[in-house]
């Protein structure tokens, strides 16, 4: 009887060939490759294998008699100072369970099955045979984190995937992978998301046949940079451009985030009806794709639309279901700001000690998550708390963190918003000469103007009739 095949991450996999059953388990490597990276590192067998396996076990590697395992090889590309890609055989030699299981990984990550996706992704990194598509197998599970709110385990994931795509010179996927560092970045508070997403960009129209899927995308992530930049004008502009490039490919989960860009847009140019309507769009494709962790972020949003109505019953409803939703999904960036919404409210129906616990919460997982933005919110909501209940030292204290920490990361219209609510206080109490100050500083800039190219509207009608 032959040797049982082992399980494999894709059961479904056709049987092997007798060649391909007799090949040596491991990662299948270039010829030579081992050898001439440690001759080039001025390296002993010994010292290559330092800390890891023998000088024997690399001799074996060297001479082709053995295979390294994939935690192997990743030894010795650190010791040698070389990329794991350089060590790697034509990828011709992909097994079909490798294949498989990218499509599989794909498909799990289309169906919003982002926590299945992770699992499945750190499986497939485990098979040796999988070591040629490590780039793309890394890429994917770092979406799958982004999608989680979980952005420290992506962040090293796509750095490597990134370059890998480099190394092969893959410019469309590297393309890609900078769109999802893009999205790295202001999901973190970075300055420089748009600067990546542009570059992104760039380098898809770089190609003589641009897809026209990718540079849709990249224009909703390049449109979902200026919009955490509070740069209303150019998201509105770039989300439309993005729907109008993707025209009937448009995959029903990147419209549905398309939609909830332009609500939140919409919304923070004061046009709260096309807000609503683009949300409710939104919110109705995703409950169909049963996507969670989407339906959470605008769950919270068409909450501070109903409060803008004064719709506070209408906006509890939105709001205690976002914050289900974020713990269901176990949602970590974007939660604090959640709670930071729920707290306003509570402090609109009167509720003021419910209000500190939210804003007391949400401080705490902001700075644990070392949201530098949300932080600061916390302390201007925990400001008007303290102004509820008469503590003025308190209510100073609060706004002084909050006007230090939006200052230093240079979000405008949130600091103004900061100032502006700090006056207000102030005027309240009779302080009317620091209540000036404030005041004025809130008013040194206006908010940005509509879009006063009004081709979008052509867009629009399209779009919703998707």
């Known amino acids: 009887m032959g040797r049982r095949r082992s399980a494999s991450v894709a059961e479904s996999a056709p049987p092997q060939k007798a060649e391909q059953r007799r090949r040596l ?4 490597l270039r010829a030579g490759a081992v050898k001439q990276a440690r001759r080039e590192a001025g390296l002993s067998l010994a010292q290559v294998g330092k800390g890891h396996v023998t000088a024997p076990a690399i001799f074996l590697i060297e001479t082709g008699r053995t295979r390294p395992s994939l935690p192997t090889l990743e030894h010795i590309a650190q010791r040698t100072g070389k990329p794991v890609e350089f060590f790697l055989a034509d ?35 485990s098979l040796g045979s999988s070591a040629y598509r490590l780039g793309p197998i890394r890429y994917h599970i770092a979406r799958a984190y982004l999608q989680l709110g979980k952005p420290e385990p992506a962040a090293d994931l796509l750095r490597q995937a990134s370059a890998h795509f480099e190394s092969v010179g893959d410019v469309l996927m590297l393309a890609e992978c900078l769109g999802s560092q893009a999205s790295l970045a202001y999901m973190t508070e970075q300055p420089d998301a748009v600067a990546i997403a542009e570059r992104a960009l760039a380098l898809c ?5 641009v897809p026209q899927t990718t540079e849709a995308r990249l224009l909703g992530v390049l449109a979902s940079a200026h919009l955490a930049n509070s740069e209303w004008d150019e998201a509105l502009s770039f989300y439309y451009e993005a729907i109008e490039v993707a025209g009937s490919l448009y995959d029903l989960r990147r419209l549905a985030l398309m939609y909830h860009g332009l609500s939140i847009a919409y919304q923070e140019t004061g046009q709260h009806e096309a807000a609503t309507r683009y949300g409710n769009r939104s919110l109705a494709l995703l409950e169909v794709l049963r996507d969670r962790v989407s339906l959470a972020r605008i769950e919270n949003s068409l909450g501070l639309l109903k409060m803008a109505k004064v719709d506070n019953a209408g906006a509890r409803q939105h709001k205690d279901r976002a914050i289900e939703l974020s713990k269901e999904t176990d949602l970590e960036f974007g939660r604090a700001g959640m709670m930071l919404s729920l707290c306003e409210l509570s402090l609109h129906e009167g509720n ?34 303290a102004e509820q209940r008469g503590d003025s030292v308190a209510v100073d204290r609060e706004f002084e963190l909050a006007l230090h920490g939006l200052g230093k990361y240079g979000v405008g219209e949130r600091l103004l918003r900061c100032h502006g609510m700090h006056a207000e206080i102030l005027e309240r109490r009779g302080d009317l000469k620091r209540a000036y100050v404030h005041m004025k500083k809130a008013l040194s800039a206006s908010r940005p103007g509509l879009l006063k190219d009004k081709s979008h509207l052509a867009v629009e009608e399209r779009a919703g009739s998707a």
């Open 25 to 28: 388990p491991g990662v299948n």
């Open 91 to 125: 990828p011709g030699g992909i097994s079909n369970e490798t294949q498989d299981g990218l499509v599989d990984l794909e498909t799990l990550l289309a169906q919003g099955l982002y926590a299945e996706a992770i699992d499945f992704g750190i499986k497939l990194l």
């Open 205 to 209: 129209r770089s190609l003589k046949s």
């Open 352 to 385: 003021v000690d419910a209000a500190a616990e939210l804003a007391e919460q949400a401080l705490r997982l902001a700075e644990r998550l070392e949201e530098g933005v949300t932080t600061a919110e916390a302390h201007m909501w925990l400001g008007r708390v």
